[in-house]
């Protein structure tokens, strides 16, 4: 009976003891085969890169559209609009919304940058009469002014707006801005309008952002 006792008891303790290990093993899997780093780290990556590109993309202006300024074989990056050329004036165009104007000619001298917006104002005038919604160009009102050096080119950066009026008499005014500078002699003139009846601040937006970008672009080889 001893005998016998002694190993029903022995079997018990087996029992235990292998129910104890698959138990163990049950609870060790999981934690075991989770690597936090491993499941966060596909997260943090995408999110750098995302953000990477949002700031490429706002940085990023696109001027597709190479030209010359009028009568010289002087270059520009502009935007993807309409271009029209006109005697003196070349306009970059979104008829009845905004433009961008090169303004240059042969055998027109200044002494300095900020001359220039005078002395070709009859030239600018007349390459954007059509695309001023009706209204003839009258004279600037320069509000803001500097002098900037760019690419080893002193501009003179000018803000504030274009006023004009209409058959009619009625006066109106269009947000301006631009840039005047000399090159190798000559007076040149870079002038971004925006014509639209609401002077929306997307368009003030965008031209200023193009017009800051393109002098940047200004080079004798295409």
Known sequence: MKKIGAIIVAGILVFGLTACE????????????????DTNEPAKTQEKQSSEQAKKSESSVNLPLTANFPMFSLFIDGPNYQFIQNGATSLYNVGGIRFIALTSAEGMKADKPSEIIDLYFEDFKTGVNTNCR?????????????EIEINGITF???????????I????????????????DGNPFQITGVVVSE?????????????????????RDKR
């Open 168 to 183: 009619f008499d009625k006066e109106t005014s269009f947000y301006t801005v631009g840039y005047t500078f000399i090159k």
């Open 22 to 37: 698959k138990g163990g093993d049950k609870t060790s899997d999981p934690t075991n085969n989770v690597s936090i780093r």
């Open 156 to 166: 003179w950066r000018f803000q504030g707006e274009l006023l004009a009026k209409n």
């Open 198 to 218: 609401g002077q929306e601040q997307e368009y003030i937006d965008e031209i200023t952002t193009y017009v800051d970008e393109m002098v940047k672009t200004i």
């Open 134 to 146: 009706g209204y003839k160009p009258e004279q600037f009102n320069i509000k803001e002014s500097k």
